[in-house]
């Protein structure tokens, strides 16, 4: 899932464009709407010690940033331990039902319902302003801000833009309409087998392609998150553009997935567009040697209604059991400010989550880059509802059944509906 994934990088192109708003989370209770009053953070250096849970390579770069923390705060000691992302999930449930929970932690933020529970209510001493809203919004359960985003990333088309060029196309196109001419001029003008790789029905899979019903005005919950809204014409209408890059052989049934496959086929050209977050330049510069990142580009999610992607990343939260309030709620503090987001974006490529951080020039110089930043202006993400990861499972069900078995796709959005209502949202 994107939560976990998302350790990647991304810039807005101009200072200007930091401050525009994205759509946040897929729909949910207004902001504030059931917040508690949060005690306040006292005053005065951080003191005593905490204890910090954070997930593989944020874990193994998070105690560089500790130390500093800990000298700018005489006597303050952080104990940090790494957890690996595949056990993760359990480890906090299983802190959380013993009571051993740590003082911090990162948490995924499609994980950010499940354990809400345990987290305290963010003072209003911690800064917020500058983080972009839609991850901002991520951190909302019935409208109580219960944690702060840390890092975020969202997801863009990759594509060959020299195989583009040799298909008649010298930009890339912004449309559903242009997107699926250019995947099928690919195969037809530039020798791909085929136009595009997309999700097909495996694990999370639904999750991946949210863009396009997003991006089609569907939404996944109504307003207050009390009813699940998956049979909707507008999320038939996107499932069905999206199904057909399948029907007409632009698409793959059955993609290779083993690990390097996608950037295989991406750098050998059989299949050169693919949909990923910022991490993928790196992966795709290292298969394909030097030189090849100035064979393709990146754009934005095509638009239908919006241009609309998924924003995720990962967010700090304190538990309600923590032992050194004021001092978990000040090493957040510290870890929001920009100057440490971007240290920490420099040792290990994460998105900061304060636009401040990145008008820096290893971000803005970067045209790849800019557009991730530019995407990030419009975002939306899961619903923050404990039964979501149900539904999911459920949905990438319907979606195999869609593009491997020809399901109607109204037909499977039904039962998904009928699915979904079973399971309620949890409100």
Same mark, same amino acid.
């Given at each position: 899932?994107?939560?976990?994934?998302?350790?990647?990088?991304?810039?807005?192109?101009?200072?200007?464009?930091?401050?525009?708003?994205?759509?946040?989370?897929?729909?949910?209770?207004?902001?504030?709407?059931?917040? $508690?009053?949060?005690?306040?953070?006292?005053?005065?250096?951080?003191?005593?010690?905490?204890?910090?849970?954070?997930?593989?390579?944020?874990?193994?770069?998070?105690?560089?940033?500790?130390?500093?923390?800990?000298?700018?705060?005489?006597?303050?000691?952080?104990?940090?331990?790494?957890?690996?992302?595949?056990?993760?999930?359990?480890?906090?449930?299983?802190?959380?039902?013993?009571?051993?929970?740590?003082?911090?932690?990162?948490?995924?933020?499609?994980?950010?319902?499940?354990?809400?529970?345990?987290?305290?209510?963010?003072?209003?001493?911690?800064?917020?302003?500058?983080?972009?809203?839609?991850?901002?919004?991520?951190?909302?359960?019935?409208?109580?801000?219960?944690?702060?985003?840390?890092?975020?990333?969202?997801?863009?088309?990759?594509?060959?833009?020299?195989?583009?060029?040799?298909?008649?196309?010298?930009?890339?196109?912004?449309?559903?309409?242009?997107?699926?001419s250019l995947a099928k001029d690919l195969q037809t003008k530039a020798g791909a087998k085929y136009g595009v790789a997309l999700p097909t029905g495996v694990?999370?899979?639904?999750?991946?392609?949210?863009?396009?019903?997003?991006?089609?005005?569907? *939404?996944?919950?109504?307003?207050?998150?009390?009813?699940?809204?998956?049979?909707?014409?507008?999320?038939?209408?996107?499932?069905?553009?999206?199904?057909?890059?399948?029907?007409?052989?632009?698409?793959?049934?059955?993609?290779?997935?083993?690990?390097?496959?996608?950037?295989?086929?991406?750098?050998?050209?059989?299949?050169?567009?693919?949909?990923?977050?910022?991490?993928?330049?790196?992966?795709?510069?290292?298969?394909?040697?030097?030189?090849?990142?100035?064979?393709?580009?990146?754009?934005?999610?095509?638009?239908?209604? =919006?241009?609309?992607?998924?924003?995720?990343?990962?967010?700090?939260?304190?538990?309600?059991?923590?032992?050194?309030?004021?001092?978990?709620?000040?090493?957040? *503090?510290?870890?929001?400010?920009?100057?440490? *987001?971007?240290?920490?974006?420099?040792?290990?490529?994460?998105?900061?989550?304060?636009?401040?951080?990145?008008?820096? =020039?290893?971000?803005?110089?970067?045209?790849?880059?800019?557009?991730?930043?530019?995407?990030?202006?419009?975002?939306?993400? $899961?619903?923050?509802?404990?039964?979501?990861?149900?539904?999911?499972?459920?949905?990438?069900?319907?979606?195999?059944?869609?593009?491997?078995?020809?399901?109607? $796709?109204?037909?499977?959005?039904?039962?998904?509906?009928?699915?979904?209502?079973?399971?309620?949202?949890?409100?």
């Amino acid at each position: 899932m994107l939560s976990h994934n998302a350790r990647q990088m991304a810039v807005l192109g101009v200072a200007a464009a930091l401050l525009m708003t994205g759509c946040g989370r897929d729909s949910g209770a207004p902001a504030g709407a059931n917040a $508690p009053a949060a005690a306040p953070i006292s005053s005065g250096p951080a003191t005593g010690t905490i204890n910090v849970w954070a997930q593989a390579d944020e874990g193994a770069a998070l105690p560089t940033l500790a130390k500093d923390f800990e000298a700018a705060n005489p006597g303050v000691k952080v104990n940090v331990t790494a957890v690996p992302w595949d056990a993760a999930h359990n480890k906090y449930q299983t802190a959380i039902a013993g009571g051993t929970t740590p003082d911090v932690a990162q948490m995924g933020t499609t994980w950010m319902s499940d354990f809400s529970d345990a987290f305290e209510t963010v003072p209003a001493q911690v800064d917020t302003s500058g983080i972009f809203p839609g991850a901002l919004k991520a951190t909302e359960v019935s409208g109580t801000n219960v944690g702060v985003p840390w890092y975020v990333d969202t997801r863009v088309v990759y594509y060959r833009s020299d195989l583009a060029a040799q298909a008649g196309y010298d930009s890339f196109p912004t449309t559903w309409d242009g997107f699926k001419s250019l995947a099928k001029d690919l195969q037809t003008k530039a020798g791909a087998k085929y136009g595009v790789a997309l999700p097909t029905g495996v694990a999370d899979d639904f999750q991946s392609m949210l863009p396009f019903p997003w991006s089609n005005g569907a *939404q996944l919950v109504n307003a207050d998150s009390t009813k699940w809204t998956l049979d909707t014409p507008e999320m038939v209408g996107a499932l069905k553009y999206f199904n057909s890059f399948f029907e007409d052989g632009i698409a793959n049934k059955t993609p290779a997935t083993g690990a390097g496959a996608a950037e295989a086929a991406f750098v050998n050209g059989s299949v050169p567009m693919l949909i990923a977050g910022p991490s993928e330049i790196g992966q795709l510069d290292k298969a394909g040697g030097p030189g090849f990142a100035d064979k393709y580009k990146v754009g934005m999610i095509p638009k239908e209604k =919006s241009s609309t992607s998924f924003v995720g990343g990962s967010d700090l939260v304190v538990f309600k059991k923590t032992q050194n309030r004021d001092t978990a709620w000040k090493f957040i *503090q510290y870890l929001s400010q920009p100057e440490v *987001q971007l240290k920490f974006h420099k040792l290990t490529g994460d998105l900061p989550a304060k636009q401040a951080a990145w008008t820096d =020039s290893s971000l803005s110089g970067d045209a790849k880059l800019t557009v991730f930043g530019n995407q990030l202006k419009d975002t939306n993400s $899961p619903p923050a509802v404990t039964t979501w990861t149900q539904v999911s499972a459920a949905a990438d069900k319907q979606l195999e059944q869609i593009v491997k078995a020809g399901k109607d $796709p109204a037909a499977a959005l039904k039962e998904l509906q009928a699915t979904a209502d079973s399971a309620g949202t949890g409100h």
